[in-house]
């Protein structure tokens, strides 16, 4: 898709996109440059909502670091 900066640096986002993105007037976003390439990233409404589980993995940390332990200890008492 090929977009023209106005003569004040203003780039519009084509409505299709604001749908899918779901964004509004007065919503804001992040101009992210990677290099030798720019990207726009929509900031997150509630990051703190937004980024909840974010980092959940298939396991809990704690029942990783319990079986680690238990593992531990068995090793411990062969010896």
């Not at 640096?9 to 996109?17: E, R």
């Not at 749908?19 to 990233?41: E, F, H, M, R």
């Not at 909840?52 to 090793?75: D, F």
Request: net charge positive; aromatic share 4%; no cysteine.
């Amino acid at each position: 898709m090929e977009l023209r900066i106005s003569t004040k640096g203003w780039v519009v986002i084509p409505a299709k996109l604001r749908k899918k993105y779901d964004l509004s007037p007065g919503d804001t976003v992040q101009i992210v440059d990677y290099g030798n390439v720019l990207a726009i990233v929509p900031s997150l409404k509630d990051p703190v909502e937004d980024a909840a589980g974010l980092l959940r993995g298939e396991e809990s940390l704690a029942e990783v670091l319990l079986k680690e332990r238990n593992t531990e200890r068995k090793r411990e008492d062969r010896k």
